[in-house]
């Protein structure tokens, strides 16, 4: 399996839902990422988790909160966003080393009313 | 701090064209470099990555790139453009940050076709 899995593909929220998004890959990767991408940028990043434990928070809204379970799951709690939250959200996986380059989601495409 | 420019933010060529898109990278330490690909609505693929074992990186898709220290650049070209290959492409390096790698992007490049 060389694929990282991320539903749901579209999401559509208001702004006092949660939801939640998810991601999950079963290539033994340790190190774990979300990103943020707006439409003609590169993908920004969010999170970091390094054997399941959060390593890098570009200090992002508690509105957004990561959480890892396992070695294969990533999840992005969502809550109270705003309109400007609206993105791809894409999960990226790699080995903890920096020449394996990182494996990505085909992301959810989020929307916020 | 390593960093990475692409230049042109769009590229166009004719089909059958060579395809040469531009990076350089700015690094303290010698670098690993990488090209991917994103195609609209979906997520990036890794085309190809430089690690030191070879300047010359062939990648998918008929995509190559040379690893040029005296430049510090890593063109990403194709022989022969299809229209298949219309999408954004992203270079990037490898950036150590405490214990972690993080990849820092170009602002990528848009690759346009032409029949």
């Known amino acids: 399996d060389t694929e990282v899995t991320q539903t749901p593909k579209h999401l559509v929220m208001g702004m006092t839902n949660k939801k939640s998004l998810k991601c999950e890959q079963h290539?033994?990767?340790?190190?774990m990422y979300w990103y943020k991408q707006k439409a003609k940028k590169p993908p920004e990043l969010m999170f970091v988790y390094s054997y399941e434990k959060l390593s890098i928070n570009e200090s992002v809204p508690s509105r957004f909160s990561p959480e890892c379970p396992n070695s294969s799951l990533l999840n992005l709690h969502l809550h109270a966003l705003q309109p400007e939250d609206s993105a791809l959200y894409l999960c990226a996986s790699s080995y903890s080393g920096p020449e394996g380059g990182y494996t990505f989601g085909s992301g959810t495409r989020l929307t916020v009313v | 701090a390593q960093s990475v420019t692409q230049l042109g933010s769009h590229v166009s060529v004719s089909e059958g064209a060579l395809v040469l898109l531009r990076c350089n990278y700015s690094?303290?330490?010698?670098?690993?470099l990488f090209w991917y690909v994103q195609y609209p609505n979906q997520g990036l693929q890794l085309l190809l990555k430089y690690t030191s074992a070879a300047t010359l990186v062939k990648g998918i898709n008929g995509f190559e790139a040379e690893f040029k220290k005296s430049e510090t650049s890593f063109h990403l070209t194709k022989p022969s453009a299809h229209m298949s290959d219309a999408a954004e492409y992203f270079c990037?390096?490898?950036?150590?940050?405490?214990?972690?790698?993080?990849?820092?992007w170009g602002a990528g490049t848009k690759l346009i076709i032409k029949p």
């Open positions: 690094s303290s330490v010698p670098p690993y």
């Open positions: 290539m033994g990767h340790r190190a």
């Open positions: 990037a390096v490898s950036d150590q940050r405490d214990s972690n790698y993080q990849l820092i």
